[in-house]
């Protein structure tokens, strides 16, 4: 049985590498800037469905991707729908529900919309602590952002004892 009770039917694994082979043309396309960010996010919804872990995993990598082509108009929406969905599936101490907090933190610094940024950090990084420790990778990264977003507000002198 996998979870939720469903039987897992033979050749579920082939199949779900199947669809996801078939959306990576898509997301390279998508990457090197010749699809739209939305077109490459309703095809994962499309192949997995739209609350499915790897379509949210998908999500959030799509995220980076608009997010390092400056694409704000796109990974904004993306963003929050994801924090959303993520929270609603996974649970907000999930690693990849951290990685969408941490996603849309950014794209509120870039619109220096700093102190929404900061509330968004402050959840990533007490959640990653949480469940994986101050040490964690995710949990590092995310009290590091979480570091220049205070200095961008003026507050420096708070750094020290910023993390939760």
């Known amino acids: 049985m996998a979870g939720g009770?469903?039987?897992?039917r033979s050749g579920a694994l082939e199949d779900q590498k199947g669809v996801l082979q078939s959306a990576k043309p898509l997301w390279?396309?998508?990457?090197?800037?010749?699809?739209?960010p939305r077109q490459a996010e309703d095809a994962a919804r499309?192949?997995?469905?739209?609350?499915?872990?790897q379509t949210l995993s998908c999500m959030v990598a799509l995220g980076n991707i608009v997010?390092?082509?400056?694409?704000?108009?796109y990974a904004e929406p993306l963003a929050k729908e994801l924090v959303a969905s993520c929270r609603a599936v996974l649970g907000a101490k999930?690693?990849?529900?951290?990685?969408?907090?941490?996603?849309?933190?950014?794209?509120?610094a870039l619109q220096h919309q700093y102190?929404?940024?900061?509330?968004?950090?402050?959840?990533?990084?007490?959640?990653?602590?949480?469940a994986c420790g101050m040490q964690h990778p995710t949990t590092r990264r995310a009290s590091s952002s979480l570091t220049k977003v205070i200095a961008a507000l003026g507050?420096?002198?708070?750094?020290?004892?910023?993390?939760?």
């Open 5 to 8: 009770g469903q039987p897992v």
């Open 67 to 73: 997010l390092a082509q400056g694409k704000t108009i």
């Open 46 to 53: 499309t192949l997995l469905g739209s609350q499915h872990p």
């Open 28 to 36: 390279q396309r998508c990457e090197r800037g010749r699809a739209a």
């Open 115 to 130: 102190g929404e940024a900061e509330l968004l950090l402050r959840e990533a990084v007490e959640s990653s602590a949480a």
């Open 155 to 164: 507050r420096s002198e708070e750094i020290g004892r910023a993390h939760v």
């Open 94 to 108: 999930h690693e990849l529900t951290v990685n969408a907090l941490i996603q849309l933190s950014s794209v509120e």
